[in-house]
């Protein structure tokens, strides 16, 4: 947790602004009247951390254990006293054990975790200063699939350096994940479960409704709120504007590396549930002993119903099992996303972007670097059967200047879902702009390439906070200034142009049109589309 405040000497991996002081002068400030702001709930107490007014762990909602799981987020509990705001928010229930096994992962993404409880709905607030300038608002969502993660994760998600360069209130937060997030039991617990295949999601809701009516307290303007998120947080951005309770509380969304096009089937969310409670040895009579069980052992009974709800998914012939967002037709919509030209979605901005490199097969082997082509074809058969010999003779071909490891790791992250949420979401009024991120950090003898995660601390102005992502120093900084200043833009106004990047025009399906962001930066139309042409 320190190392996501950048509190000098806690670990100097993460103890650096973007643009320090020149002067050497105090630059941590915090007492009885230093950052005191108002919340609907109570006074909050935080800090001042090189200019930028802090807030950590601000409660959105009430305790989710016992009678609250499977519920709709309730409201916090007010409080009298000024709440201390200057440490996280419990992280929510997800396995621990063994997070830092993997040394390297554990180096690369400098993972930070702390408590963890049911207890989680918290929210950190960076901004220059709390008055009434109503700055746009950047909610940042974290990425772990639906199923891991938390909203300091990474170093690179602190919020002080973009809400700094930006002039913009930066907001991050944790929410019910996994098996107590998205547990189905509305088939097996009627109407009073009704929601508990979609609370994970309802919780992010209700941390917008709680900017909605207190961020204009933290100097922020609620009528222009920008949702972000990377990975399985891409994919909540783009739940998020399939959620008849989200209309209105966001006005832009930004999805990195990740995406969806719908929720996990009715269907068989509802079997799922249905095997959880046979799993805990309970019939529809004990839904309240379910509320009650340890949340640690909740979660290997629930995995273990995922296990036997095999056969059912594969039935079904389902892209997405296991616990996230259910498409149930009341909480999320049960059609594809974007499809309707009068949804509340259609009037939302978008950014799409993934990266060249999202895996990287040989970041830690470095014997991988010498694989032939035709290992390339080998390797794949496990993905792409008989068609791999194509698949990857279409990448090399569009692709003449990479070797056959970069070629590998194209095709394995290769644009499909990311193409496909732009076309959906094109053919509605407001504009979708599409990135593909291909700067290459000096780490790792250049074997790490541009990897899944590495974008984020871009985007944010902090390259010089998540080193471990970038190296540091001035070639990755020139980069994320332009991108950092062109989120603020969209941010701002819903068009990312004039911070420094070419034009971006907005993506159509007939020309693909493509920001390459790297040291040089490019629009491209299109410029994988022949050899995605060859992914089954």
């Not at 806690?10 to 230093?34: C, W, Y």
């Not at 295949?197 to 207190?214: C, P, S, T, Y």
């Amino acid at each position: 947790g320190t190392a996501g405040m950048g509190l000098a000497g806690a670990i100097p991996l993460a103890s650096k602004a973007q643009n320090p002081p020149k002067d050497d002068e105090q630059i941590l400030f915090i007492g009885d009247n230093i950052a005191v702001a108002n919340t609907a709930y109570g006074k909050v107490r935080g800090y001042i951390l090189r200019g930028i007014h802090t807030y950590l762990g601000i409660p959105y909602g009430a305790d989710t254990s016992g009678e609250n799981r499977f519920m709709p987020p309730q409201k916090p509990q007010p409080w009298t006293n000024v709440r201390p705001a200057v440490w996280w928010g419990n992280t929510a229930p997800q396995i621990m054990e063994k997070r830092y096994a993997d040394a390297y992962s554990s180096f690369v993404d400098h993972w930070n975790y702390d408590d963890v409880s049911e207890d989680c709905l918290r929210i950190n607030v960076w901004t220059p200063v709390p008055d009434a300038k109503k700055r746009p608002v950047i909610v940042w969502l974290h990425g772990g699939g639906f199923v891991n993660g938390n909203g300091i994760e990474q170093d690179g998600y602190n919020g002080e350096n973009l809400s700094r360069m930006g002039d913009v209130v930066f907001c991050s937060l944790n929410h019910r994940l996994g098996t107590l997030g998205f547990t189905n039991l509305a088939g097996v617990g009627g109407e009073k479960f009704a929601a508990s295949g979609n609370v994970g999601m309802l919780d992010i809701v209700a941390a917008l409704e709680w900017v909605r009516d207190n961020i204009a307290n933290f100097g922020g303007d609620p009528g222009n709120v920008t949702i972000i998120g990377q990975s399985g947080g891409g994919a909540k951005v783009c739940a998020l504007t399939a959620m008849p309770s989200a209309k209105g509380l966001f006005h832009k969304a930004v999805a990195l590396s990740g995406s969806m096009l719908g929720g996990v089937s009715k269907e068989y969310s509802e079997k799922l549930g249905e095997l959880v409670l046979k799993e805990a040895g309970l019939g529809p009579n004990d839904m309240g002993k379910l509320q009650q069980i340890p949340w640690r052992e909740y979660i290997d009974i629930a995995n273990r119903a995922v296990a036997k709800a095999a056969d059912e998914a594969r039935r079904l012939g389902l892209a997405r099992a296991g616990f996230s967002p259910v498409a149930d037709g009341r909480f999320l919509m049960d059609k594809p996303f974007y499809g309707d030209l009068s949804h509340f979605s259609a009037d939302i901005p978008m950014i799409i972007c993934s990266t060249f490199n999202e895996s990287s097969p040989s970041r830690v082997d470095s014997t991988l670097e010498k694989v032939s082509l035709a290992d390339v074809k080998e390797k794949l058969k496990t993905r792409f059967g008989e068609k791999s010999d194509d698949v990857a003779d279409a990448y090399a071909k569009v692709f003449p200047d990479k070797k056959p490891i970069e070629i590998w790791s194209m095709v394995m992250s290769n644009r499909k879902n990311a193409i496909a949420a732009a076309d959906a979401k094109s053919k509605q009024k407001a504009p979708v702009y599409l990135a593909w991120f291909g700067w290459q950090p000096p780490l790792f003898d250049g074997r790490m390439r541009a990897f899944h995660c590495n974008d984020i601390c871009f985007w944010f102005n902090n390259t010089d906070l998540m080193l471990t992502h970038t190296g540091g120093g001035a070639r990755p900084r020139r980069l994320s200034e332009k991108m950092a200043k062109s989120f603020v833009n969209f941010a701002r106004t819903g068009n990312p142009n004039g911070g420094g990047l070419p034009n971006w025009p907005r993506y159509t399906s007939e020309n693909g049109e493509t920001m390459i962001l790297d040291d040089v930066c490019l629009v491209k139309n299109d410029p994988d589309r022949e050899a995605r042409k060859a992914l089954p």
